[in-house]
């Protein structure tokens, strides 16, 4: 069992920059693919980014170039930093741990196993 604690979230406005973060605990696995998902009010839990054991991270499109996910193994946390952040980034920011090990690329392919209980980002115009 793996318990997620993320953090970091709050209200910016547009152009602005937020920092989260997410504590492992458990029965955790440092190879394991791990990634942060978002769900906007009415949409889909959509993929934002993924970070496996190696490789170049990998990004949703709307993200590439703002957001920038990374990992502290001696920690246990996982973080994403966001710049340059838009209304359209308004959501709850999940994190999860992945089903998978190997490079960044192959993460988004793999089911999640654990998630965490959210954190809400709103972006003001």
């Known amino acids: 069992q793996v318990h997620l604690v993320e953090s970091g979230g709050g209200s910016v406005q547009a152009g602005g920059s937020l920092r989260l973060s997410c504590a492992a605990s458990?029965?955790?696995?440092?190879?394991?693919?791990m990634a942060w998902f978002r769900q906007a009010l009415g949409k889909e839990r959509e993929g934002v980014a993924f970070i496996g054991n190696s490789g170049t991270p990998d990004y949703a499109d709307s993200v590439k170039g703002r957001f920038t996910i990374s990992r502290d193994n001696a920690k246990k946390t996982l973080y994403l930093e966001m710049n340059s952040l838009k209304p359209e980034d308004t959501a709850t920011y999940y994190c999860a741990t992945i089903r998978a090990i190997g490079v960044s690329s192959v993460c988004r392919s793999y089911a999640a196993s654990y998630w965490g209980q959210g954190t809400q980002v709103t972006v003001s115009a």
């Open positions: 458990g029965n955790t696995d440092s190879r394991l693919c």
